[in-house]
């Protein structure tokens, strides 16, 4: 191998191994921080504060949520950020659904979608009920 | 005085010289006309936004504790606050309109074709990187409007499969728009998109300078017909001297530009501040009927009816990259619009179905 040849190599080498260690440093950096606000991981609702039929928003592990009272089924528990674009949903008691306001998806009150255009359901967050509570997480 | 100054600068740094050859004895073609003043007119948009953005630099306050008060006290409390928010904000979207009528007008008097494709393409990065500019801006008064704006633009890139979580990732810092969001689109509008931008624009200018302006194709034979074997400037040495000719048309433009800037200003305030701009950001609400810059309307509307994501997005990218990439598919020699009935139509359907998708996606 010429010198010229073996020289023109080792740049190479070396300037992959400089700009791959930077790449990798600098993707490292740009990852998210960890959230700056205390997780709520467990939370506790009286479910006298929620009736047939009526939905609450709560935050929970830092995201928006909403707890509701389904008339035949009982309490769930589903995240409210779309599965589209990430706005929150609100809860439509007249329509027995949840609605986007932004793309006008809509969701059933299991979370599935109904229309529009989110790809995915929305969310389900485990919950357990223990006697007048409601308890998430 | 002033002649010892002039005399004590052009044995220095040839003053006479330099105003001669690219000022007086620039040569610019005769049947120029006053969509050409365009390009300086966008020059002098970037530079009011910069000077204002500045001014605002002052008083603003990049967190979301403070983001939204400091936009108000600038507006209410410091002395002709609201006058340079006010020309940042109008100024950001005239810059925009006059960077898309500039496309506009190279695009219809063909002005795109070889040798210049490397002009158009620095262009139209330069207007992507406007069009980013005033996106990573929407975010910083930290309002309903921006933050659920930002959130759903953020939300875009979900829509890749394998790398899309991680860039929305790398975009907001975090899984939502928070404070990380708020730090990172600071830096992009004020520190990290300025020297890209102003290198784009750079290499555009140069680019002009080194190519030559190009005729309008409409009344006279199109000398770049030549076959493309060698580097030629294009000069114009029966044409119209650059100074008084050219430059008072540049100056007229400039004074139409500010007259519609302070027309704004004065008597359509909230023009571009509807009712969720004024509120400060909620992130466990979002407002009803939320929606994009008017700029940013018609790919809004177009994700809308698109069922599909991902779909809604690649065919995006796609037309964005037929719009960057056109000068190197268009290879057919004629440059007169009038005379390419096929280009025209696809131009104007294209042009219609923007405005109707921009007008469409304003309604709820």
């Known amino acids: 191998m010429k010198r010229r040849r073996f020289l023109k190599i080792i740049l190479a080498f070396l300037g992959s191994i400089t700009l791959f260690s930077f790449v990798n440093s600098f993707l490292k950096f740009l990852a998210a921080l960890p959230a700056r606000t205390a997780e709520i991981n467990k939370l506790i609702i009286h479910k006298n504060e929620i009736p047939s039929g009526e939905a609450k928003n709560i935050i929970y592990r830092n995201a928006p949520a909403v707890i509701i009272n389904r008339s035949d089924r009982g309490f769930i528990a589903l995240s409210r950020v779309c599965t589209h674009f990430g706005c929150l949903v609100e809860y439509n008691r007249a329509e027995r659904r949840l609605i986007c306001p932004c793309h006008a998806g809509n969701f059933d009150l299991e979370g599935n979608v109904l229309s529009g255009p989110p790809p995915k359901p929305l969310r389900a967050i485990p919950l357990r009920i223990d006697g007048e509570n409601i308890i998430l997480g | ?364």
């Open chain 2, 1 to 364: 005085m002033w002649k010892k100054m002039k005399t004590w600068l052009d044995v220095r740094i040839g003053l006479n010289d330099f105003v001669r050859t690219k000022i007086v004895d620039y040569r610019i073609p005769k049947n120029i006309n006053i969509f050409y003043t365009l390009g300086f007119l966008a020059v002098i948009a970037y530079a009011v936004q910069a000077f204002t953005g500045i001014v605002l630099l002052i008083y603003y306050i990049p967190h979301p504790d403070h983001a939204f008060k400091s936009v108000q006290d600038i507006m209410a409390k410091v002395p002709y606050g609201w006058l340079f928010r006010q020309m940042h904000v109008v100024g950001s979207n005239l810059m925009i309109t006059v960077a898309i009528l500039h496309m506009i007008t190279v695009f219809l008097m063909g002005n795109y074709k070889r040798p210049r494709e490397l002009t158009w393409l620095g262009g139209g990065i330069s207007l992507l990187l406007t069009i980013i500019f005033g996106f990573s801006g929407y975010l910083l008064p930290w309002t309903q409007l921006s933050y659920w704006a930002t959130t759903v633009v953020t939300s875009m890139p979900t829509a890749f499969p394998v790398i899309g979580d991680s860039i929305a990732l790398i975009l907001r810092g975090g899984d939502q728009v928070t404070e990380v969001t708020l730090s990172r689109f600071f830096a992009l509008h004020v520190a990290i998109l300025p020297p890209i931008f102003l290198t784009f624009m750079g290499i555009h200018l140069l680019l002009i300078n080194r190519i030559g302006i190009s005729a309008t194709p409409f009344g006279m034979v199109d000398e770049e017909k030549r076959p493309l074997t060698e580097y030629k400037r294009k000069t114009h040495p029966d044409g119209y001297p650059y100074y008084p000719v050219f430059f008072q048309k540049q100056m007229y433009m400039m004074m139409a530009y500010f007259a519609v800037m302070f027309f704004i200003v004065t008597f359509l305030p909230n023009l571009f501040f509807p009712e969720e701009a004024n509120l400060p950001a909620d992130p466990f609400k979002t407002p009803p009927h939320i929606r994009p810059a008017w700029y940013l309307l018609a790919p809004y509307q177009l994700l809308k009816l698109i069922p599909n994501k991902f779909f809604g997005i690649t065919i995006q990218m796609i037309l964005l990259t037929i719009f960057l990439a056109w000068p190197f598919l268009d290879t057919y020699q004629e440059k007169n619009v009038l005379k390419r009935p096929i280009l025209r139509g696809v131009f104007i359907f294209l042009l219609v179905m923007w405005v109707v998708l921009l007008f469409w996606g304003r309604n709820p």
